[in-house]
Protein backbone atom coordinates (compact mmCIF):
# COMPACT_ATOMS: atom_id res chain seq x y z
CA UNK A 1 0.00 0.00 0.00
CA UNK A 2 1.56 3.40 -0.84
CA UNK A 3 -0.13 6.57 1.12
CA UNK A 4 1.14 10.09 -0.14
CA UNK A 5 2.74 12.20 2.55
CA UNK A 6 0.67 13.42 4.97
CA UNK A 7 -0.84 16.76 3.55
CA UNK A 8 -2.92 19.52 5.68
CA UNK A 9 -5.91 18.61 3.92
CA UNK A 10 -8.83 20.81 5.26
CA UNK A 11 -11.31 20.27 2.16
CA UNK A 12 -14.04 17.72 2.63
CA UNK A 13 -13.46 16.09 -0.88
CA UNK A 14 -11.18 13.96 -0.21
CA UNK A 15 -10.86 11.10 -2.18
CA UNK A 16 -8.62 7.42 -2.23
CA UNK A 17 -7.55 6.98 -5.60
CA UNK A 18 -7.28 3.16 -6.48
CA UNK A 19 -5.60 1.07 -9.77
CA UNK A 20 -5.18 -2.68 -10.66
CA UNK A 21 -2.40 -3.29 -12.90
CA UNK A 22 -1.47 -6.45 -15.00
CA UNK A 23 1.14 -8.45 -13.59
CA UNK A 24 2.60 -8.36 -16.76
CA UNK A 25 2.11 -4.37 -17.62
CA UNK A 26 5.14 -2.03 -17.87
CA UNK A 27 5.77 -0.03 -14.81
CA UNK A 28 6.63 2.81 -15.82
CA UNK A 29 3.48 3.12 -18.27
CA UNK A 30 1.25 1.86 -15.00
CA UNK A 31 2.79 4.95 -13.11
CA UNK A 32 2.43 7.46 -16.11
CA UNK A 33 -1.29 5.95 -15.89
CA UNK A 34 -1.11 6.53 -12.40
CA UNK A 35 -0.42 10.41 -12.96
CA UNK A 36 -3.18 10.73 -15.58
CA UNK A 37 -5.77 9.88 -12.98
CA UNK A 38 -4.74 12.30 -10.19
CA UNK A 39 -4.84 14.95 -12.94
CA UNK A 40 -8.59 13.79 -13.99
CA UNK A 41 -8.94 13.77 -9.68
CA UNK A 42 -7.73 17.29 -9.21
CA UNK A 43 -9.62 18.77 -12.56
CA UNK A 44 -12.75 17.67 -10.95
CA UNK A 45 -12.00 19.38 -7.56
CA UNK A 46 -11.15 16.25 -5.41
CA UNK A 47 -8.42 16.12 -2.84
CA UNK A 48 -6.16 12.71 -3.16
CA UNK A 49 -6.19 12.25 0.27
CA UNK A 50 -4.39 8.41 -0.31
CA UNK A 51 -3.57 5.39 -3.11
CA UNK A 52 -3.83 2.18 -2.98
CA UNK A 53 -2.11 -0.44 -5.55
CA UNK A 54 -2.71 -3.91 -6.68
CA UNK A 55 -0.76 -5.94 -9.44
CA UNK A 56 -3.04 -8.65 -10.01
CA UNK A 57 -5.28 -10.03 -12.51
CA UNK A 58 -9.23 -8.68 -12.14
CA UNK A 59 -11.38 -9.97 -9.96
CA UNK A 60 -14.59 -10.42 -11.03
CA UNK A 61 -16.33 -9.37 -7.49
CA UNK A 62 -14.50 -6.71 -6.48
CA UNK A 63 -11.53 -5.70 -9.31
CA UNK A 64 -8.71 -5.93 -6.69
CA UNK A 65 -8.62 -9.35 -3.78
CA UNK A 66 -10.98 -9.08 -1.39
CA UNK A 67 -8.42 -8.76 1.29
CA UNK A 68 -6.82 -5.52 -0.45
CA UNK A 69 -10.47 -4.03 -0.46
CA UNK A 70 -10.83 -4.47 3.22
CA UNK A 71 -7.52 -2.62 2.94
CA UNK A 72 -9.15 0.16 1.20
CA UNK A 73 -11.97 0.15 3.62
CA UNK A 74 -9.33 1.00 6.54
CA UNK A 75 -7.52 3.53 4.08
CA UNK A 76 -11.39 4.92 3.59
CA UNK A 77 -12.32 5.24 7.17
CA UNK A 78 -8.27 6.41 8.46
CA UNK A 79 -8.71 9.66 5.74
CA UNK A 80 -12.22 9.94 6.15
CA UNK A 81 -12.59 9.74 2.50
CA UNK A 82 -16.05 10.77 0.95
CA UNK A 83 -15.34 8.62 -2.27
CA UNK A 84 -13.15 5.73 -3.84
CA UNK A 85 -11.79 6.04 -7.33
CA UNK A 86 -10.69 3.38 -9.26
CA UNK A 87 -8.69 3.88 -12.99
CA UNK A 88 -10.03 0.65 -13.64
CA UNK A 89 -13.75 0.23 -15.35
CA UNK A 90 -15.50 -1.45 -12.44
CA UNK A 91 -19.09 -3.41 -13.34
CA UNK A 92 -21.75 -2.59 -11.82
CA UNK A 93 -21.40 -5.20 -9.28
CA UNK A 94 -18.05 -4.41 -8.58
CA UNK A 95 -19.24 -0.92 -7.74
CA UNK A 96 -21.96 -1.97 -5.57
CA UNK A 97 -19.78 -4.80 -3.91
CA UNK A 98 -16.78 -1.95 -3.47
CA UNK A 99 -19.22 0.42 -2.19
CA UNK A 100 -20.65 -2.09 0.52
CA UNK A 101 -17.17 -2.55 1.96
CA UNK A 102 -16.32 0.70 1.87
CA UNK A 103 -19.13 2.52 2.68
CA UNK A 104 -18.86 5.54 0.68
CA UNK A 105 -19.40 6.18 -3.27
CA UNK A 106 -17.22 4.26 -5.57
CA UNK A 107 -16.74 5.53 -9.31
CA UNK A 108 -13.96 4.71 -11.70
CA UNK A 109 -12.08 6.66 -14.44
CA UNK A 110 -14.91 6.98 -16.81
CA UNK A 111 -17.64 7.99 -14.49
CA UNK A 112 -14.48 10.64 -13.48
CA UNK A 113 -14.73 12.49 -16.64
CA UNK A 114 -17.89 12.47 -17.14
CA UNK A 115 -18.34 14.87 -13.84
CA UNK A 116 -15.81 16.85 -15.26
CA UNK A 117 -17.46 17.08 -18.44
CA UNK A 118 -21.07 17.72 -16.52
CA UNK A 119 -19.03 20.53 -14.60
CA UNK A 120 -17.55 21.82 -17.57
CA UNK A 121 -20.82 22.05 -19.81
CA UNK A 122 -21.89 25.12 -20.10
CA UNK A 123 -23.90 25.06 -23.60
CA UNK A 124 -27.73 23.25 -24.52
CA UNK A 125 -25.35 21.38 -26.51
CA UNK A 126 -22.57 20.35 -24.28
CA UNK A 127 -25.21 19.48 -21.33
CA UNK A 128 -26.92 17.08 -23.82
CA UNK A 129 -23.96 15.50 -24.72
CA UNK A 130 -22.88 14.67 -21.11
CA UNK A 131 -26.30 13.43 -20.65
CA UNK A 132 -26.11 11.42 -23.99
CA UNK A 133 -22.66 10.18 -22.72
CA UNK A 134 -24.42 9.35 -19.36
CA UNK A 135 -27.17 7.35 -20.56
CA UNK A 136 -24.68 5.66 -22.95
CA UNK A 137 -23.20 4.63 -20.26
CA UNK A 138 -25.73 3.49 -17.96
CA UNK A 139 -27.67 1.34 -20.67
CA UNK A 140 -25.45 -2.36 -20.31
CA UNK A 141 -26.23 -1.73 -16.50
CA UNK A 142 -29.62 -0.78 -16.07
CA UNK A 143 -30.79 -4.86 -15.52
CA UNK A 144 -28.02 -4.93 -12.86
CA UNK A 145 -29.15 -1.62 -11.73
CA UNK A 146 -32.48 -2.25 -10.97
CA UNK A 147 -31.74 -5.90 -9.35
CA UNK A 148 -29.41 -4.25 -6.90
CA UNK A 149 -31.74 -1.53 -6.03
CA UNK A 150 -34.32 -4.48 -4.91
CA UNK A 151 -31.76 -5.97 -2.88
CA UNK A 152 -31.14 -2.62 -0.96
CA UNK A 153 -34.95 -2.18 -0.79
CA UNK A 154 -37.26 -4.99 0.23
CA UNK A 155 -39.29 -7.51 -2.01
CA UNK A 156 -41.78 -6.20 -3.91
CA UNK A 157 -39.66 -2.98 -4.64
CA UNK A 158 -41.99 -1.08 -7.09
CA UNK A 159 -44.47 -3.45 -7.51
CA UNK A 160 -43.36 -4.24 -10.84
CA UNK A 161 -42.26 -7.89 -11.98
CA UNK A 162 -40.38 -5.95 -15.57
CA UNK A 163 -39.21 -3.03 -13.93
CA UNK A 164 -35.89 -3.91 -15.33
CA UNK A 165 -37.70 -3.62 -19.32
CA UNK A 166 -38.97 -0.33 -18.33
CA UNK A 167 -36.19 1.54 -16.99
CA UNK A 168 -34.31 0.30 -19.48
CA UNK A 169 -36.53 1.69 -21.70
CA UNK A 170 -37.16 4.59 -20.69
CA UNK A 171 -32.73 4.85 -20.77
CA UNK A 172 -33.62 4.46 -24.79
CA UNK A 173 -36.51 6.65 -24.94
CA UNK A 174 -34.05 9.69 -23.45
CA UNK A 175 -31.22 8.85 -25.58
CA UNK A 176 -33.27 8.58 -28.80
CA UNK A 177 -34.84 12.13 -28.09
CA UNK A 178 -31.00 13.66 -27.37
CA UNK A 179 -30.01 12.23 -30.31
CA UNK A 180 -32.58 13.52 -32.84
CA UNK A 181 -31.72 17.39 -30.75
CA UNK A 182 -28.22 16.83 -31.48
CA UNK A 183 -28.58 15.35 -34.98
CA UNK A 184 -30.84 19.16 -35.47
CA UNK A 185 -27.67 20.88 -34.86
CA UNK A 186 -25.39 18.81 -36.72
CA UNK A 187 -27.30 19.98 -39.47
CA UNK A 188 -27.24 23.46 -38.37
CA UNK A 189 -23.45 22.74 -38.20
CA UNK A 190 -23.15 21.86 -41.63
CA UNK A 191 -25.38 24.55 -43.00
CA UNK A 192 -22.49 26.45 -41.23
CA UNK A 193 -19.60 25.24 -42.33
CA UNK A 194 -20.98 25.50 -46.04
CA UNK A 195 -21.46 28.95 -45.89
CA UNK A 196 -17.80 30.22 -44.25
CA UNK A 197 -16.60 27.74 -47.19
CA UNK A 198 -18.67 29.67 -49.88
CA UNK A 199 -17.34 33.44 -48.16
CA UNK A 200 -13.98 31.90 -48.54
CA UNK A 201 -12.88 30.63 -45.38
CA UNK A 202 -10.38 27.98 -44.87
CA UNK A 203 -11.32 26.23 -41.79
CA UNK A 204 -8.35 25.09 -39.40
CA UNK A 205 -8.88 23.14 -36.29
CA UNK A 206 -6.69 22.59 -32.86
CA UNK A 207 -6.65 19.07 -31.89
CA UNK A 208 -4.69 16.81 -29.51
CA UNK A 209 -4.31 15.08 -26.05
CA UNK A 210 -5.70 16.82 -23.16
CA UNK A 211 -3.67 19.77 -22.24
CA UNK A 212 -1.21 19.76 -24.74
CA UNK A 213 -1.66 23.80 -24.52
CA UNK A 214 -4.36 24.21 -27.32
CA UNK A 215 -5.70 26.77 -25.28
CA UNK A 216 -2.68 28.84 -24.81
CA UNK A 217 -1.73 28.25 -28.33
CA UNK A 218 -5.46 29.47 -29.86
CA UNK A 219 -5.01 32.57 -27.47
CA UNK A 220 -1.40 33.50 -28.85
CA UNK A 221 -2.34 32.87 -32.91
CA UNK A 222 -5.22 34.74 -32.98
CA UNK A 223 -4.66 37.41 -29.83
CA UNK A 224 -7.91 36.38 -27.89
CA UNK A 225 -8.49 35.21 -24.28
CA UNK A 226 -10.49 32.09 -24.19
CA UNK A 227 -9.77 30.16 -20.73
CA UNK A 228 -6.53 28.31 -20.67
CA UNK A 229 -5.42 26.34 -17.59
CA UNK A 230 -3.13 23.44 -16.24
CA UNK A 231 -5.61 20.95 -15.78
CA UNK A 232 -7.19 18.71 -18.51
CA UNK A 233 -10.56 19.22 -20.28
CA UNK A 234 -10.36 22.97 -20.05
CA UNK A 235 -12.08 23.35 -23.11
CA UNK A 236 -15.52 21.56 -24.05
CA UNK A 237 -17.85 23.61 -25.91
CA UNK A 238 -15.42 24.46 -29.39
CA UNK A 239 -14.46 28.06 -29.95
CA UNK A 240 -13.99 29.18 -33.33
CA UNK A 241 -12.13 32.98 -34.02
CA UNK A 242 -10.91 34.49 -37.88
CA UNK A 243 -7.30 33.87 -38.34
CA UNK A 244 -5.15 36.40 -40.01
CA UNK A 245 -3.00 34.80 -42.78
CA UNK A 246 -1.90 37.72 -44.85
CA UNK A 247 -5.27 37.91 -46.91
CA UNK A 248 -6.16 34.34 -46.74
CA UNK A 249 -9.31 33.75 -45.22
CA UNK A 250 -9.30 31.30 -42.12
CA UNK A 251 -11.32 30.68 -39.22
CA UNK A 252 -9.04 28.26 -35.90
CA UNK A 253 -11.48 26.31 -33.71
CA UNK A 254 -10.28 24.97 -30.51
CA UNK A 255 -11.89 21.68 -29.57
CA UNK A 256 -12.45 19.26 -26.49
CA UNK A 257 -8.87 17.25 -25.80
CA UNK A 258 -8.41 13.30 -26.09
CA UNK A 259 -7.32 11.10 -23.82
CA UNK A 260 -6.44 7.66 -23.86
CA UNK A 261 -8.94 4.53 -23.91
CA UNK A 262 -12.04 6.26 -24.51
CA UNK A 263 -15.05 4.37 -24.24
CA UNK A 264 -16.81 4.80 -27.70
CA UNK A 265 -19.91 5.50 -26.13
CA UNK A 266 -18.48 9.11 -25.07
CA UNK A 267 -16.54 9.81 -28.64
CA UNK A 268 -20.32 9.03 -30.15
CA UNK A 269 -21.61 11.49 -28.04
CA UNK A 270 -19.52 13.99 -28.43
CA UNK A 271 -19.89 13.05 -32.25
CA UNK A 272 -21.22 16.63 -33.45
CA UNK A 273 -18.16 18.39 -31.28
CA UNK A 274 -15.23 16.03 -33.05
CA UNK A 275 -16.80 16.83 -36.45
CA UNK A 276 -15.38 20.32 -36.57
CA UNK A 277 -12.15 18.61 -36.51
CA UNK A 278 -13.25 16.00 -39.48
CA UNK A 279 -14.44 18.19 -41.73
CA UNK A 280 -11.76 20.99 -41.17
CA UNK A 281 -9.73 22.09 -44.34
CA UNK A 282 -6.33 21.28 -41.81
CA UNK A 283 -5.40 20.26 -38.44
CA UNK A 284 -2.90 21.17 -36.44
CA UNK A 285 -2.08 18.41 -33.93
CA UNK A 286 -0.62 19.97 -31.11
CA UNK A 287 2.00 18.27 -28.47
CA UNK A 288 3.60 18.78 -25.43
CA UNK A 289 7.35 18.22 -26.51
CA UNK A 290 8.84 18.94 -23.55
CA UNK A 291 7.57 15.08 -21.78
CA UNK A 292 9.11 12.06 -22.12
CA UNK A 293 9.54 10.38 -25.42
CA UNK A 294 7.78 7.39 -25.12
CA UNK A 295 4.47 9.31 -23.15
CA UNK A 296 4.78 11.83 -26.63
CA UNK A 297 4.62 8.52 -28.58
CA UNK A 298 1.68 7.31 -26.29
CA UNK A 299 -0.27 10.58 -26.92
CA UNK A 300 0.49 10.63 -30.75
CA UNK A 301 -0.91 7.21 -30.98
CA UNK A 302 -4.00 7.87 -29.00
CA UNK A 303 -4.71 11.09 -31.08
CA UNK A 304 -4.03 9.82 -34.63
CA UNK A 305 -6.12 6.61 -33.36
CA UNK A 306 -8.93 9.16 -32.96
CA UNK A 307 -8.39 10.79 -36.05
CA UNK A 308 -7.21 8.66 -38.47
CA UNK A 309 -9.98 6.56 -39.66
CA UNK A 310 -12.88 10.29 -40.14
CA UNK A 311 -10.51 12.74 -41.35
CA UNK A 312 -10.10 11.33 -44.72
CA UNK A 313 -7.06 12.86 -46.50
CA UNK A 314 -7.37 16.23 -44.71
CA UNK A 315 -3.60 17.18 -43.88
CA UNK A 316 -2.04 17.60 -40.63
CA UNK A 317 0.37 19.91 -38.67
CA UNK A 318 2.57 19.01 -36.01
CA UNK A 319 2.64 21.39 -33.63
CA UNK A 320 5.34 20.62 -30.97
CA UNK A 321 4.40 23.38 -28.34
CA UNK A 322 6.17 24.09 -24.86
CA UNK A 323 9.97 24.33 -26.52
CA UNK A 324 10.88 26.97 -23.97
CA UNK A 325 11.02 23.84 -21.46
CA UNK A 326 13.99 22.37 -23.56
CA UNK A 327 17.58 22.66 -24.11
CA UNK A 328 18.29 22.69 -28.89
CA UNK A 329 19.98 19.51 -27.90
CA UNK A 330 17.07 17.93 -25.59
CA UNK A 331 14.60 18.70 -28.38
CA UNK A 332 16.89 17.06 -30.91
CA UNK A 333 17.04 14.46 -29.38
CA UNK A 334 13.50 13.72 -28.80
CA UNK A 335 12.66 14.27 -32.27
CA UNK A 336 15.22 11.55 -33.35
CA UNK A 337 12.88 9.08 -31.27
CA UNK A 338 9.27 11.00 -31.76
CA UNK A 339 9.64 12.08 -35.71
CA UNK A 340 8.63 9.42 -37.54
CA UNK A 341 5.07 9.87 -35.95
CA UNK A 342 4.90 13.67 -36.07
CA UNK A 343 4.13 14.63 -39.89
CA UNK A 344 4.88 18.25 -40.84
CA UNK A 345 6.86 19.45 -37.72
CA UNK A 346 6.75 22.78 -36.44
CA UNK A 347 8.09 24.09 -33.33
CA UNK A 348 6.80 26.81 -30.95
CA UNK A 349 6.36 27.78 -27.19
CA UNK A 350 2.71 29.06 -27.23
CA UNK A 351 3.23 30.88 -23.56
CA UNK A 352 6.04 33.08 -25.45
CA UNK A 353 4.44 33.41 -28.57
CA UNK A 354 7.18 32.12 -30.14
CA UNK A 355 7.41 30.24 -33.66
CA UNK A 356 3.82 32.17 -34.29
CA UNK A 357 4.88 33.60 -37.57
CA UNK A 358 6.15 29.86 -38.54
CA UNK A 359 3.42 28.48 -37.79
CA UNK A 360 0.97 30.67 -40.34
CA UNK A 361 3.63 30.13 -42.98
CA UNK A 362 3.37 26.21 -42.56
CA UNK A 363 -0.48 26.85 -42.55
CA UNK A 364 -0.74 28.36 -45.43
CA UNK A 365 1.38 25.82 -47.33
CA UNK A 366 -1.44 23.48 -46.36
CA UNK A 367 -4.62 25.03 -46.73
CA UNK A 368 -6.88 24.49 -49.83
CA UNK A 369 -4.85 26.08 -53.05
CA UNK A 370 -5.70 28.97 -54.51
CA UNK A 371 -5.06 30.21 -58.42
CA UNK A 372 -3.94 33.64 -59.60
CA UNK A 373 -6.17 35.23 -62.43
CA UNK A 374 -5.67 38.30 -64.27
CA UNK A 375 -8.90 39.86 -65.78
CA UNK A 376 -10.83 43.50 -66.61
CA UNK A 377 -14.22 45.02 -65.18
CA UNK A 378 -15.92 47.49 -66.94
CA UNK A 379 -15.09 50.63 -64.83
CA UNK A 380 -18.65 51.30 -63.81
CA UNK A 381 -21.14 51.17 -60.71
CA UNK A 382 -21.61 47.08 -61.37
CA UNK A 383 -18.22 46.97 -61.82
CA UNK A 384 -16.88 48.97 -58.76
CA UNK A 385 -19.44 47.06 -57.15
CA UNK A 386 -18.16 43.34 -57.86
CA UNK A 387 -14.59 44.81 -57.29
CA UNK A 388 -15.85 45.36 -53.70
CA UNK A 389 -17.12 41.86 -54.00
CA UNK A 390 -14.12 40.46 -54.74
CA UNK A 391 -12.16 42.02 -51.52
CA UNK A 392 -14.23 40.14 -48.97
CA UNK A 393 -14.07 36.75 -51.25
CA UNK A 394 -9.90 36.39 -51.47
CA UNK A 395 -6.73 38.53 -52.02
CA UNK A 396 -6.99 41.39 -54.45
CA UNK A 397 -3.28 41.90 -55.52
CA UNK A 398 -3.57 44.83 -57.69
CA UNK A 399 -5.91 47.28 -59.27
CA UNK A 400 -5.48 49.61 -62.32
CA UNK A 401 -7.83 51.75 -63.13
CA UNK A 402 -8.41 52.86 -66.84
CA UNK A 403 -11.30 52.79 -69.47
CA UNK A 404 -11.90 49.32 -67.69
CA UNK A 405 -10.43 48.55 -64.26
CA UNK A 406 -7.47 45.78 -64.30
CA UNK A 407 -7.10 43.43 -61.56
CA UNK A 408 -4.44 40.76 -60.56
CA UNK A 409 -6.58 38.10 -58.40
CA UNK A 410 -6.05 35.32 -56.20
CA UNK A 411 -8.73 33.21 -54.31
CA UNK A 412 -10.73 29.46 -54.74
CA UNK A 413 -11.52 27.96 -57.95
CA UNK A 414 -15.34 28.41 -56.77
CA UNK A 415 -14.45 32.31 -56.72
CA UNK A 416 -12.68 32.53 -60.16
CA UNK A 417 -15.31 30.11 -62.13
CA UNK A 418 -18.00 32.77 -60.73
CA UNK A 419 -15.56 35.73 -61.62
CA UNK A 420 -15.37 34.43 -65.18
CA UNK A 421 -18.98 33.71 -65.25
CA UNK A 422 -20.09 37.19 -64.03
CA UNK A 423 -17.32 38.85 -66.90
CA UNK A 424 -19.27 37.47 -69.80
CA UNK A 425 -22.69 38.61 -67.90
CA UNK A 426 -21.54 42.41 -67.92
CA UNK A 427 -19.72 42.29 -71.23
CA UNK A 428 -22.82 40.81 -73.01
Known amino acids: MKIPAEQNIESENRVILVKRTNPRADPERGEYLFEELRELTKTAGYVPAGELTQTR ?39 FNISEICGCQVIDKFQLILEIFAKRATTR ?30 AGFMGLGDYEDAYELDLKKRITRIENELKSAEKDDESLRAFRHRKGFSLVCLAGYTNAGKSTLFN ?17 VPTTRALDLGGRKALLTDTVGFIEDLPHWLVDAFKSTLDEIFLSDLILLVVDVSE ?25 ITVLNKTDLLEASELEAVMEEIGYMAPNPVFISAKEKVGMQELKAEIIKHLPAWSFYSFSLP ?31 EARTE ?8 EQDIDE
Not at 224 to 230: F, K, L
Not at 380 to 393: A, F, P, R, T, V
Not at 415 to 422: A, E, G, P, Y
Open 57 to 95: FPDSRYQLGRGKIEELAELVRIKKAEKVIFYNKLSTIQL
Open 125 to 154: RSKLQVELARLRYEVPRAKAIVSLLKKEEK
Open 220 to 236: AIVDESVEAQNLLFTTL
Open 292 to 316: KPEIILQKLSTSHDTLWDRIQGVPM
Open 379 to 409: NSEKGMSILSWLYDEGIVHSVEYGKRISVDY
Open 415 to 422: ILNRIKSL
